[in-house]
């Protein structure tokens, strides 16, 4: 009975250790096993990662060059594209300037002093040598005779601005006696409007420009900024009511200038990558620029604004065949001029100026001598040249 309760004890002893063997055994099995799995898993995805580091690393540099190119891009038009001044938004209609505040130094100023000039107006104009507005507000300033000084500004980083919120060409800063009588007049018109409304009534200048007030608005699309306008910026303030129907006629022609004749420029000068180099190296020439800068201007801003012009023709319903549309516009000037040596008669009015001044911006290119070989404005544009040139609105 002993024996046999020893034995049993001895069998069930036995047999809990085989149990615990295979047991442990299986653990170890079942450890090894899962090791090896969690090995192979690791090394497969060492090998997938491998792969998709490449994909990955292209994706976020393509990404960031895509992010960086919209940016660069956005950042270009907003430089480059000030010639379209009317599509990208005006500034303050009069700033006042605080007291001590003087302008950048950044660049030689020329002074134009004509004898002609008796209104005793110290005036400075900011312009970009060949931009269509600035090119109109000196062809005013010209035929009136009046003295001014120039200031060349740099059209890719406008240092010359530093002192204006307004970034935007032209800007003519009118300095009176005092420091605080100092104003600066944004928008071609608005200057123009303003200095004639001063040259035919004794108001104050500083007070005339105060009847052109702004009107914010916001633009629409991706590139959406701030759009200022101008009420009544096509306006001679005489003082008096009525208007006469040469100056109806006048004020007619010149909104056209703005909202017609100056859209066809862009897409003429910077039709094909050929013609934008040429207007890019024609403005390099005609303003004083450093080496390298000259280098920026002609090659990026030539770039910039061939695809710009693209996006203009299209803003403006022009055909394919841009060179249409501007002699249609040349044609459609000469009607109104009739047989007339000017639309105003005998002499220039400001309709003719506005005209004048915005071909003269693009004398010698291409598209300027398609133009004239195409139509019939040759002969007025010399007519007006000259007297722009003698200065024979002077009094």
Same mark, same amino acid.
């Not at 799995?37 to 540099?61: E, Q």
């Not at 530093?162 to 800063?173: A, D, Q």
């Not at 180099?277 to 061939?306: C, D, N, P, R, W």
């Given at each position: ?256 200038? %703005?909202? +017609?004749?100056?859209?066809? #420029?862009? /897409?003429?000068?910077? =039709? $094909?990558?050929n013609e934008s180099v040429q207007a890019f190296s024609y403005i390099a020439e005609k303003a004083h620029f450093t080496s390298y800068e000259k280098f920026v201007i002609q090659y990026i801003g030539a770039l910039g604004m061939y695809f710009v012009s693209k996006k ?57 001598? %398609?133009? +004239?070989?195409?139509?019939? #404005?040759? /002969?007025?544009?010399? =007519? $007006? ?11």
């Amino acid at each position: 009975m002993a024996a046999s309760s020893c034995q049993n004890v001895f069998l069930r002893s036995l047999v809990r250790r085989n149990y615990i063997l295979k047991k442990n055994h299986h653990n170890i099995f079942l450890g090894n096993n899962r090791q090896l799995s969690f090995n192979r898993f690791s090394n497969d995805n060492l090998n997938i990662n491998k792969s998709n580091v490449i994909r990955a690393s292209l994706l976020t540099f393509g990404t960031a060059a895509t992010i960086g190119g919209v940016s660069w891009g956005r950042s270009l038009w907003n430089r480059v594209s000030v010639v379209t001044e009317r599509g990208l938004g005006l500034g303050a209609s009069a700033s006042f300037f605080s007291s001590g505040l003087s302008v950048v130094q950044a660049r030689e100023i020329e002074h134009i002093t004509r004898q002609t000039d008796t209104t005793g107006l110290k005036l400075t104009l900011y312009q970009y040598q060949v931009c269509p507005f600035c090119c109109k507000v000196r062809a005013f300033l010209d035929y009136h005779g009046l003295s001014y000084n120039i200031v060349e500004v740099d059209p890719i980083f406008r240092k010359e601005l530093k002192f204006s919120v307004y970034r935007k060409v032209p800007i003519l800063v009118y300095e009176g006696a005092k420091e605080d009588e100092q104003v600066q007049m944004n928008d071609s018109s608005v200057i123009i409007s303003s200095l004639k409304s001063f040259l035919l009534t004794d108001q104050d200048l500083r007070q005339i420009v105060t009847y052109y007030p702004k009107i914010e608005t916001e633009s629409k699309g991706w590139m959406s900024r701030k759009v200022v306008e101008y009420s009544n910026r096509h306006e001679i303030m005489l003082g008096k009511p009525g208007k006469t129907n040469e100056m109806k006629l006048e004020r007619k022609w010149r909104i056209w200038v %703005d909202d +017609v004749l100056v859209h066809n #420029i862009p /897409p003429n000068i910077y =039709r $094909t990558w050929n013609e934008s180099v040429q207007a890019f190296s024609y403005i390099a020439e005609k303003a004083h620029f450093t080496s390298y800068e000259k280098f920026v201007i002609q090659y990026i801003g030539a770039l910039g604004m061939y695809f710009v012009s693209k996006k203009l023709k299209k803003k403006y319903n022009l055909p394919d065949d841009v060179r249409s549309s501007l002699y249609g516009a040349a044609n459609d000037w000469m009607k109104s001029v009739g047989k007339n040596s000017f639309q105003g008669g005998t002499e220039p009015n400001m309709a003719d100026l506005a005209v004048y001044g915005v071909l003269s911006s693009i004398e010698g290119l291409d598209a300027f001598n %398609d133009m +004239v070989r195409e139509t019939k #404005i040759g /002969p007025w544009y010399e =007519r $007006t040249k000259n007297a722009v040139n003698t200065h024979q609105g002077a009094k």
